[in-house]
């Protein structure tokens, strides 16, 4: 099972990044959240620490308002969002968008 989840996250993600760069000249934000565990019914029997659904979207809206693009809204997930920002992959989503059309 946690392949198979891991597996549609990373395509989401992927498929997040791809819309971002092609609406980009269009005016048009695309967010991806990325969260760490969350206490939901998924993870009910999962002796972790998790983050309540509450603070999550939360902290969902709130990045949202600060025009973060992927979104780190928990205590696990944060100190990720630092190294992610800064990354390689980050830095090429960027230059991808920069040759996207602007349409009118």
Not at 47 to 68: H, Q, R, T, W, Y
Request: proline share 9%; glycine share 6%.
């Amino acid at each position: 099972m946690i392949p198979a989840y891991s597996a549609s996250k990373a395509a989401a993600f992927s498929l997040t990044q791809s819309l971002r760069a092609q609406v980009a000249g269009q005016g048009v934000r695309v967010h991806a959240v990325l969260p760490g565990p969350v206490d939901t019914d998924m993870t009910r029997g999962a002796d972790i620490p998790k983050a309540s659904p509450e603070s999550v979207a939360l902290a969902i809206f709130d990045a949202i308002d600060n025009g973060e693009e992927e979104i780190f809204p928990d205590p696990a997930s944060a100190p990720l969002a630092a190294l992610w920002r800064d990354g390689a992959a980050k830095v090429l989503e960027r230059q991808i968008a920069q040759l996207a059309p602007v349409s009118s």
